[in-house]
């Protein structure tokens, strides 16, 4: 009887879903750090960087807004 390491495939699936795992679990504390961030009020609102990204290659082009913004 063979063994799973012997059927083609089988590796390449498990190295795949070990790397599945980690961009899940990375993707979990990029979530948890979005949310702290929010809930500390550390946000730029969509309104600040509009206003930012319209002063581009104007006479009076704006510096990038800041959190609080």
């Known amino acids: 009887m063979e063994d799973d390491s012997d059927i083609p495939g089988v590796e390449d699936q498990a ?34 960087v509009m206003r930012w990204v319209r002063s581009w290659g104007t006479e009076n082009e704006l510096p990038p807004p800041e959190c609080g913004e």
């Open 15 to 48: 190295v795949e879903f070990d790397l599945l795992d980690e961009l899940d679990q990375e993707d979990e504390r990029a979530i948890a750090e979005a949310e702290a961030d929010i809930a500390a009020g550390r946000v730029i609102s969509n309104e600040a």
